[in-house]
């Protein structure tokens, strides 16, 4: 081998593809970014440098290429896993002298010399990066760059080798350039860390190889040789060669390189972007096509130049490119043939050389394709039979494809990789809104962003508008779009990059049932929609399918859609055109009735025992508790704006019963601030509507968040209203369950005696209405009563006959109620074993059915083990208490972090 000094061990990890802070260093170098990182930062190094901030996150390629903000360096752990600090000034002794390599990279050779550490800069005006380490320096070009020497070398070095063995003589020439090529590919291997030891082994056998060999005849030993320098390919030796026929060189075109320029201030996506590199660029995929697609404006086309830009040294052939024009709101879609034939040209062809039916111009394009390693963009597709005959095809090619349609048959029939365009992060929207108007005004510019739905189009429109404008400027602008709606992106009249216009021409290549359909769900107003009410508000699930497709919803988990809020504007405008409201307003009541109907069967599934769902004539479907929760997770968002709807719209009736029927999921759950909201929002509604029944059980839900909120005097006010409703309708599984919360609250607030009252009345009622659950129920407050008296035999019988009762019905809930309170009776009689049992059987049940239950009972927990003597463990429980009441902002966090406080 040669005299190559290798790098220090832990410069690996810089070095070596594959590896995050390299792919990092990469994708600093790719836009166009500067940067210095330390790897190893220990106390050495404090001495020559200002410390800067503390970030201690992982080391991936994003936070390597977020750290390249400001002048200042990086500080990274030995491992190269973590970045430890940001901004750090450093300020080696050694100032002196000059290198030739500017001032970032001066200070880096001579903090690495100084502390030992490897120093690696990467420099934004030449696009390299610098690895300085000990005395050492080194250069880390492209990968591909690096590849393609690697490849070549081995190339040369496999041929002469090939000679050499066959004992075929070659000339000095070839001997000596082996021996360089030698040195120079033991050289790149460094660069390529552990990836290149498979290399390093072969390096190895060729060297000792060459030095097995007897010497070269100085004379040539009147052998016969050809010798070829640069690249060939096809050469056939022979041994007598008697004519040569020179044939004139083909008309040398330049290789294509034809995307459009990089666009101004674009909205980095890392993520994405670096998915499609990989798509685009993996051995192992036999056909690379990367199909991107996302709503009208979302920004596909800038993105997909970008990732066309970052691939150009990945395709040395060439990269066409052609804008389909899918959905331009003047021109025709592009004809493939038309397409084609530009390709053709631009790959060599004359015009009487290329056929004149589309299937011969695909079948010469591939052709020429093949073996070549190009990149082919094909902007704004209309649709499959668009794009299909302009595919490349060869393994060794690639192609990108940006439409508003899904293609779902492109990803099917031809196995195309498939990345939608979501808006961007709210982070990322306020700073391209930023770049845009150069400024970094706070608040206003991320209310302006979130006014814009995060849609790239609607950003650029806005920030057009006051750019290098000023704070007061922005906050104008956010009000005139409060006020304007889609109107304030407009731009010139009939301008095609207005958002209406953009909106309108993909609205434009919809069925005339689809249109339909756009403008219906227009209507809705929650923030998504289950698929199930998106049916029956449009009169089903075809056009839902169509309009995804199109991208003008976006399909966000299983069953479950959201539309922009820009392109639901633009939908209500449609709705006006394509329909009555009437028509709208019976279409959105279908949607409504479907999700109450919803609601009540997986309130049910949640609690069977509640005296509503008692009531009900029809038994609920079996179905999983966890099903249940899950539907009511994703509604939560929409609820309190579907019920305002409602009521807005005079759907009384609809307000109340989606309301009420929510009532399970907010006592399981404790959503508080929603649940007091929408509840209220059904009180009205009822009343309103004048159904006296309704607005009784409604005051009795709203009584029991405001209890657990320790909001006593609204919670009376609301039970004294359920209490009077029920009574006026005789219903008295309703005036029974009034009585159990009177008696909660009056055991709250200290009052045992009437606490006892409202829970004998209660027992009473139930009894007359058969409802042993009610029993219970009943009979588990007054053990928790009787304890609070100080009668503990009393509490005991009434505790353990709520526990047998509820065991015996099977309702597990209940269940870890009464273990709870048997847990604490246990407690005060000074049972501590048989306590801490009963409390750990009801946390571990309530650990998966019910959080504010299992704060509750891991309190009980808590005490119990301090009271027998165990404070380690009694810490431990009302930690976990403790995080759950916080999470759930209850107020009883402040008592268990007095205790972890004492």
Request: charged content about 25%; hydrophobic content about 40%.
């Amino acid at each position: 081998m040669t005299g190559y000094r290798e790098p220090p061990r832990e410069v690996w990890a810089v070095l070596a593809f594959g590896l995050p802070l390299r792919d990092g260093l990469e994708l600093v170098r790719a836009r166009g970014r500067g940067g210095t990182f330390v790897v190893g930062w220990g106390d050495d190094c404090e001495a020559r440098s200002v410390r800067g901030d503390e970030v201690d996150q992982e080391l991936t390629a994003e936070s390597v290429f977020r750290a390249t903000e400001g002048d200042n360096a990086t500080a990274l752990d030995v491992s190269c896993r973590r970045i430890i600090r940001r901004h750090v000034m450093l300020i080696p002794q050694g100032r002196g002298g000059a290198t030739g390599l500017g001032t970032r990279h001066h200070s880096a050779e001579m903090f690495a010399k100084e502390t030992g550490r490897t120093v690696v800069v990467v420099s934004e005006e030449r696009q390299t990066i610098t690895l300085f380490s000990g005395e050492g320096r080194f250069e880390l070009r492209r990968k591909a760059e690096l590849q393609t020497e690697i490849d070549n070398l081995r190339s040369v070095l496999h041929l002469t080798i090939e000679l050499l063995r066959r004992d075929i003589d070659v000339p000095p020439s070839r001997r000596s350039e082996a021996e360089a090529k030698l040195a120079r590919l033991d050289g790149h291997l460094a660069e390529l860390g552990p990836l290149g030891g498979d290399i390093r082994d072969e390096c190895q056998m060729i060297a000792t190889l060459l030095n097995s060999l007897p010497p070269a005849r100085a004379d040539g030993g009147g052998g016969t040789w050809n010798e070829v320098s640069g690249s060939a390919t096809n050469v056939i030796q022979a041994r007598s060669i008697q004519t040569v026929n020179v044939l004139p060189p083909a008309k040398d075109l330049p290789v294509p390189r034809q995307l459009p320029p990089h666009i101004a201030l674009f909205a980095d996506r890392v993520d994405e972007v670096a998915e499609v590199v990989r798509m685009l660029t993996a051995g192992d995929s036999p056909a690379k096509i990367c199909l991107v697609t996302g709503g009208a404006g979302i920004g596909k086309s800038a993105f997909a130049v970008r990732c066309g830009h970052l691939l150009d040294d990945q395709f040395p052939d060439g990269i066409l490119y052609a804008d389909l024009r899918g959905f331009h709101p003047a021109d025709p879609p592009a004809d493939p043939a038309e397409v084609l034939s530009g390709f053709l040209r631009d790959l060599g062809l004359g015009a009487s050389s290329i056929p004149a039916d589309l299937d011969g111009m695909t079948r010469l394009y591939r052709s020429r394709l093949h073996g070549g390693h190009l990149l082919v963009v094909l902007d704004n597709a209309r649709d499959s039979a668009q794009v299909r005959p302009l595919l490349a095809g060869a393994p060794t090619c690639a192609t990108l494809v940006t439409s508003r349609t899904a293609m779902s048959d492109l990803v099917v029939l031809e196995g195309a990789a498939r990345i939608r365009m979501p808006a961007l992060p709210s982070e990322d929207a306020r700073d391209l809104l930023a770049l845009i108007t150069q400024t970094t005004a706070g608040p206003p510019l991320t209310e302006l962003a979130e006014l814009c739905g995060r849609h790239p189009l609607a950003l650029r429109i806005a920030g057009a508008q006051v750019a290098a404008g000023s704070l007061e400027a922005i906050q104008d602008l956010v009000c005139d779009f409060r006020r304007s709606g889609l109107d304030a992106f407009d731009l010139a009249e009939d301008d095609p990059a207005s958002m209406r216009a953009v909106l309108s021409s993909s609205c434009q290549a919809l069925p005339a049932e689809v249109k339909l359909a756009f403008g219906l769900l227009g209507s809705y107003p929650g923030a998504t929609i289950a698929a199930g009410a998106a049916a029956a508000l449009i009169g089903g699930s075809k056009s839902l399918r169509a309009l995804a497709d199109a991208n003008l919803i976006e399909e966000i988990g299983r069953n479950r859609y959201r539309m922009h809020s820009l392109t639901r504007a633009y939908a209500t405008e449609v709705a006006r055109q394509t329909g009555e409201r009437g028509d709208h307003r019976a279409a959105v009541q279908r949607a409504f009735d479907w999700s109450w109907q919803k609601a009540e069967t997986y309130g049910r599934a949640l609690d069977r025992w509640h005296p509503r769902s008692e009531l009900a004539d029809d038994a609920p479907e079996p179905i999983d508790k966890a099903r249940a929760n899950s539907w009511f997770d994703d509604e939560l968002a929409n609820i309190a704006t579907v019920t305002q709807f409602a009521r807005d719209e005079g759907a009384d009736d609809a307000a109340w019963r989606l309301a009420l029927a929510f009532s399970p999921y907010f006592f399981s759950r404790k959503p508080w601030s929603t649940w007091i909201v929408v509840q209220e929002t059904g009180l009205a509604a009822a009343r309103a509507a004048g159904d006296r029944d309704g607005e009784a059980w409604l005051c009795d839900s709203l009584a029991v968040a405001y209890r657990e909120q320790q909001r006593h005097d609204e919670a009376l006010r609301y039970l004294a209203l359920a209490s009077a409703g029920f009574s006026s309708t005789a219903n008295v599984r309703g005036s029974a369950q009034t009585g159990i919360h009177l008696a909660q609250t009056y055991r709250e607030l200290g009052n045992l005696h009437r606490a006892e009252q409202a829970a004998e009345a209660s027992l009473r009622l139930f009894r007359q209405a058969g409802s042993r659950h009610g029993e219970a129920r009943a009979s588990n407050l007054l053990g928790g009563i009787e304890l609070a008296r100080g009668a503990v035999a009393e509490a005991l019988a009434h505790t353990r006959l709520a526990k047998e009762v509820f065991e015996e019905l099977n309702d597990e809930h209940a269940y870890s109620w009464a273990l709870n309170n048997l847990g604490a009776v246990l407690a005060e009689a000074g049972d501590h074993a048989g306590a801490i049992t009963a409390y750990y059987t009801a946390m571990v049940i309530r650990e998966h059915v019910d959080q504010f239950g299992f704060a509750v009972t891991c309190q009980g927990l808590g005490d119990t083990h301090h009271a027998a003597g165990d404070p380690v463990a009694a810490r431990r429980y009302w930690r976990k208490g403790w995080e759950v009441f916080d999470r759930l902002g209850d107020p009883r966090a402040r008592v268990l972090r007095a205790k972890l406080d004492s």
